[in-house]
C-alpha cells in the first residue's frame, strides 16, 4: 500500500518527548485491511515513509482506532519541525 497525507505534528510528553503525525481517518480505514496481513507485535505496522526528500523506515503505532506515524529526531531537526507544523508524507507499507 502506497498513500500521501497531510497531517499537523503532535508531540506526546511521556517520560520522553515524541513527535507523531496522526493518519488521517481514510486512510488509516485503509490501512486496516493491510495491516491484519503485516502488523507485529502490539499492532505496529511496519512502512517507509518519506518526508521532504528523506526516506526513512518506522512502523505506524495504533492509537484510539487510528494510527501515529512517528517522526524521527533526524528527520525534524533539520526541517525545524515542531507542534502544530503541517507537512506532507509519503508512505509504504512494508511487508
Known sequence: MDTVFSA???EWR?????SFLPLPEDT????QEV???VAYGWGRVPVEARLAGTA???SLI???G???LPLKKAVRAPRLLGPGDEVTVGL???A
Open 8 to 10: 499537523r505534528v503532535i
Open 14 to 18: 511521556g517520560p520522553a518527548l515524541f
Open 28 to 31: 488509516a480505514a485503509d490501512l
Open 35 to 37: 495491516a491484519a496481513v
Open 56 to 58: 526513512f523506515t518506522t
Open 62 to 64: 495504533p492509537r484510539e
Open 66 to 68: 487510528g494510527y501515529l
Open 92 to 94: 509504504t507499507v512494508r
